[in-house]
């Protein structure tokens, strides 16, 4: 079963920056896509961020400009920078690894860490 764990979240002011860090359980060359969602008190989960195994990454236009996601295949790790953050930011925030098996995409999550930036 693959495990995701993420870790880094935490309190932080407006303005400032937090690192979020993504460990898989096996190696992530066999995702096709990892990424970061948010999910807001009463807001449906959303995409913040993805990267595909060739790099290729993509990000929400609210985060664009100030959000990166990386990935280190040989640490089984995926990152995501987080600078000049606000207070819309605030949100359980989840690690996705997403997988072709066949015909079938299996989506794995981890079990999400809390992002709350005062104002």
């Known amino acids: 079963q693959v495990q995701l764990v993420e870790s880094g979240g935490g309190l932080v002011q407006a303005g400032g920056s937090l690192r979020l860090s993504c460990a898989a359980s096996e190696t992530i060359f066999s995702f096709n896509v990892m990424g970061w969602y948010r999910q807001a008190p009463g807001k449906q989960r959303e995409l913040v961020a993805g990267?595909?195994?060739?790099?290729?990454?993509n990000y929400a236009d609210s985060v664009k400009g100030r959000f990166t996601i990386t990935r280190d295949n040989a640490k089984k790790m995926v990152y995501l920078q987080m600078n000049n953050l606000k207070p819309e930011d605030t949100a359980v925030y989840y690690c996705?690894?997403?997988?072709?098996?066949?015909?079938?995409?299996?989506?794995?999550w981890g079990q999400g860490t809390q992002v709350t930036v005062s104002s």
């Open positions: 996705n690894a997403k997988r072709s098996l066949g015909y079938t995409k299996v989506d794995y």
């Open positions: 990267i595909t195994s060739d790099g290729i990454t």
